[in-house]
Every structure is written in C-alpha cells, then in structure tokens.
Nanobody
Framework: QVQLVESGGGLVQAGGSLRLSCAVSGTIFSINTMGWYRQAPGKQRELVATITGGGSTNYADSVKGRFTISRDNAKNTMYLQMNSLKPEDTAVYYC????????WGQGTQVTVSS
C-alpha cells in the first residue's frame, strides 16, 4: 500500500524554523511530482510548494523566499524547510504524491505563536 507520513510539525515562535518530512512507502517515488499543501481553520486547502521528479520547484507567493521544498529520492522522502515563520503560516500541512491517482498524508500541525 502507498502511504505518506508527515512529521516535523509542532509549536514554534514567530521567526523560528521547522523542517517537515514526508516519508513515502509502498512505491518508489523518484519520477513523481510531489507537493506540500496546507489548510488553516476556516480556509480552503492551498498549495504551498511542488517539486517534480526532475527537481523543478514552484512556490506559493506567500512562502517564496522563506520555504524550500526538496526531495531525497534515495530515501523516498520529501522535505519542507520553513524559515522565518509567521503566525499566518499556522495550518495543518499535508504531503501529496501525484501518480495514477493522488495520494495524501494525514497531515501534521504547524502552529506559529506571535
């Protein structure tokens, strides 16, 4: 079974940093486009960043210059380095793998205090 498990979320003060990880099992994901999404209470789920199998990246305007998406294909793991965190970054962050269908992790909570 394909499973995605996020980790690394938690509570951090504004200006701090966190690194989220998404560990994929059940498939070798080297060719797949993957992404990070987030959903805050009362908000729609929104794209944070994507990364293709070739390493091309895209970011939401709200996180450009602060977040970095990366992947380690040998470890079947994707990362989101989040720096200079703001309270408005508070959300549940979800990992997605794009294959013949989209696979989603269960999310990890990121809370940024002001």
């Amino acid at each position: 079974q394909v499973q995605l498990v996020e980790s690394g979320g938690g509570l951090v003060q504004a200006g701090g940093s966190l690194r989220l990880s998404c560990a994929v099992s059940g498939t070798i994901f080297s060719i797949n486009t993957m992404g990070w999404y987030r959903q805050a209470p009362g908000k729609q789920r929104e794209l944070v960043a994507t990364i293709t199998g070739g390493g091309s990246t895209n970011y939401a305007d709200s996180v450009k210059g602060r977040f970095t998406i990366s992947r380690d294909n040998a470890k079947n793991t994707m990362y989101l380095q989040m720096n200079s965190l703001k309270p408005e970054d508070t959300a549940v962050y979800y990992c997605k793998l794009d294959s013949w269908r989209n696979y989603w992790g269960q999310g990890t909570q990121v809370t940024v205090s002001s």
